[in-house]
């Protein structure tokens, strides 16, 4: 085949494509113009163009707060009594929604019960933690303690400042007050260790002190302290024994004379109603 028959039946194959597009082209249009175009949705859907709904991202910090807002008023009280107790500041109804998310404008019977609790302090606009008792350090608190020679429950004075527990701990250490356990309401209870300070004591106390009597030989004391998980001092029954073995008779002490004179030493001065029925010789 020539070159000049090959341009030919080239050029005759690319007038059957061009033919062949243009058909397909003209059936297409065709059937566009004949689509009907389809009738306006009436669901409520959003078209495909339209802004998407947008929920809040912070979901479950709202239902946090919603379910405070409905719990019952003791319930949002202690929430606001616990904020003031630990920052020890005054907060305005503001403050407080924002901190602990307790509407305190927005709910009267939580405003009122807040506003009358013996916790809370209210000055006609921010409300404040009230303790029992208004101390501010240390020395405050010893000289309260030293008013209350009976005892002061700690439970009254924990709240009065952030360190006050600390207070009591050095307190007792430098041996300026007792701090014992009150075996009975499971509370403890702090005393002044003064001497000076004079003590009521119970009539069936002062009555359980004369009634005890020593056994009269220093082994069964020896024995009735070790029954009570003490122990004693002294050996009594070691000593008599080791004196047997070297052949060295016991000697029997003097009876001391009964009775209080002029020259005993009160080492309980501080007590005096446990010797008001003991006669002291004249001078």
Not at 93 to 114: M, R, T, W
Not at 139 to 153: M, Y
Request: aromatic letters at 4%.
């Amino acid at each position: 085949m020539s070159l000049q028959e090959s341009l030919n039946k080239f050029k005759q194959q690319q007038e059957k494509c061009q033919s062949t597009l243009t058909s397909i082209a003209n059936r297409s249009s065709r059937a566009s113009h004949s689509h009907k175009p389809a009738p306006p949705s009436t669901s409520s859907a959003p078209s495909r163009g339209s802004v998407p709904v947008k929920f809040s991202n912070d979901t479950e910090r709202l239902q946090h707060i919603n379910a405070i807002r409905k719990s019952p008023v003791g319930a949002q009280i202690k929430r606001v009594i616990d904020l003031l107790l630990e920052t020890r500041q005054s907060h305005t109804p503001e403050q407080i929604n924002e901190a602990c998310h307790v509407d305190i404008i927005g709910n009267k019977a939580v405003f009122d019960s807040l506003r009358n609790n013996h916790k809370v302090h209210y000055d006609g606009r921010c409300f404040s933690y009230k303790s029992k008792h208004d101390l501010k350090g240390k020395d405050q608190l010893l000289s309260l303690i030293r008013k209350f020679p009976e005892g002061l429950a700690v439970i009254d004075v924990k709240d009065s400042y952030t360190s006050v527990l600390e207070d009591l701990q050095a307190l007792k250490a430098a041996g300026q007050i007792w701090l014992l356990a009150n075996n009975d309401s499971q509370e403890d209870i702090v005393y002044p260790n003064d001497p000076k300070v004079v003590i009521k004591v119970d009539e069936d106390l002062k009555q359980l002190f004369r009634g005890i009597e020593l056994p009269g030989d220093m082994v069964d004391i020896e024995k009735d302290l070790q029954k009570n998980g003490m122990k004693p001092a002294t050996n009594t029954a070691k000593r008599r024994a080791a004196a047997q073995v070297h052949g060295i008779p016991s000697k029997p002490k003097p009876k001391k004379k009964s009775g209080i004179n002029k020259r005993t030493k009160l080492t309980n001065a501080h007590l005096p109603e446990l010797f008001q029925n003991i006669n002291l010789p004249a001078p």
